[in-house]
């Protein structure tokens, strides 16, 4: 006998959804609403062209113009400080999670804790030509490489260490998210001042809020905007023993 008193509502199946019941599975689905949700935004479909063609000019005019110059020197200077090789290959995470070999000055004496311990201000790693290429940046400069070969760009999230990749999704909500776009040189949580060592979880959580800010807002002029803010940002940092000692 039918009960009286039941509504029976046709059901949608189309838009039926089933939460997932693992703990991976349901961190992955949550991303996946975060991205429906806050990601609704998209470039204009020139926008990714315009975006390849300027990491392309501007990378091939520096490894031209400077790096062909520069990288001897730094070379030079790396081998009479300490012993090991000029450059440093470590392993990244990159576009959708995949893994690629990210290239920079050495900057450390040779130690087993390199891919998994955070450089810190003070680090008794560091050498002595490698805190002035960390100060400059210059030691992050062999990245252009990684952008012509379509690892990186040269504004977007920076790209963290495995290790760090595989803890922070765990951790912050939304982290994951950044993998949505290519990794960058430079993005909008530098230029924000958000860089080196990540100390406290909240630092952490504002950087992960920039990326996913420049994520809704990319375009051909904000990233202008970030590589001329990353450029003054730079020659401040490099001029700042100058203006200390003269006490301007």
């Not at 993998?179 to 909240?202: C, F, N």
């Amino acid at each position: 006998m039918k009960q009286e008193g039941i509504l029976e509502l046709p059901v949608d199946r189309q838009h039926t959804q089933v939460i997932p019941q693992t703990d991976m599975a349901s961190i992955r689905y949550m991303f996946h609403e975060m991205n429906r949700q806050y990601l609704e935004h998209q470039p204009a479909n020139y926008y990714f062209t315009v975006k390849r063609i300027m990491d392309l000019a501007i990378s091939v005019v520096f490894i031209v113009l400077v790096m062909s110059w520069l990288t001897p020197i730094i070379a030079l200077l790396i081998k009479l400080t300490s012993k090991g090789p000029v450059f440093f290959v470590q392993k990244r995470t990159g576009y959708m999670g995949m893994e690629f070999n990210c290239f920079k000055f050495r900057t450390m004496f040779l130690n087993d804790d390199a891919d998994v311990k955070q450089v810190s201000i003070n680090d008794k790693r560091i050498t002595k030509i490698g805190k002035f290429l960390r100060v400059t940046h210059i030691d992050e400069t062999p990245q252009f490489f990684n952008v012509i070969l379509g690892d990186m760009s040269v504004v977007g999230p920076r790209p963290h260490m495995l290790f760090h990749t595989r803890y922070y999704s765990e951790c912050i909500p939304y982290y994951n998210l950044r993998l949505e776009v290519l990794p960058g040189m430079t993005g909008m949580a530098q230029i924000k001042d958000y860089v080196g060592e990540i100390s406290v979880e909240r630092e952490l959580r504002k950087r992960i809020q920039w990326d996913i800010y420049y994520m809704k807002n990319r375009s051909f002029r904000l990233d202008m905007n970030i590589l001329l803010s990353t450029v003054g940002c730079i020659f401040r940092k490099a001029l700042q023993p100058f203006t200390k000692s003269t006490g301007k």
